[in-house]
Nanobody, 125 residues
Framework: QVQLVESGGGSVEAGGSLRLSCAAS????????MGWFRQVPGKEREGIAS???????LYADSVKGRFTISRDYGKNTLYLQMNSLKPEDTAMYHC???????????????????WGQGTQVSVSS
């Protein structure tokens, strides 16, 4: 069983930066397909970044060039560096891990088996 715990959310002004962390236990992040998702009330969960088992990445157009997904194998942790934040980035952010399809880059929530509880990001204008 994979357990994921996010941290690092908070309130920032537009143009600011935050780094989200997702500490994993039960399995090595290097062997999992992982992703970051976000959700606002009343809307579907949106996939924004994915990393596969060989380190390739995929980003949604809405965050491309501003957000970076990465992993620290020693700390068994997934990160999301968020720069040039905009008010529309305000959401609950979740990390997720998928078993199997290790080389795939997927932004669809249904393709992930394990989820963290989320961390809130609020960006003011």
């Amino acid at each position: 069983q994979v357990q994921l715990v996010e941290s690092g959310g908070g309130s920032v002004e537009a143009g600011g930066s935050l780094r989200l962390s997702c500490a994993a236990s039960g399995y090595a992040v290097s062997r999992l397909r992982m992703g970051w998702f976000r959700q606002v009330p009343g809307k579907e969960r949106e996939g924004i970044a994915s990393v596969n088992t060989v380190g390739s990445t995929l980003y949604a157009d809405s965050v491309k060039g501003r957000f970076t997904i990465s992993r620290d194998y020693g700390k068994n942790t997934l990160y999301l560096q968020m720069n040039s934040l905009k008010p529309e980035d305000t959401a609950m952010y979740h990390c997720a891990a998928g078993a199997g399809k290790g080389l795939f880059l997927l932004l669809t929530p249904d393709e992930y088996n394990f989820w963290g509880q989320g961390t809130q990001v609020s960006v003011s204008s």
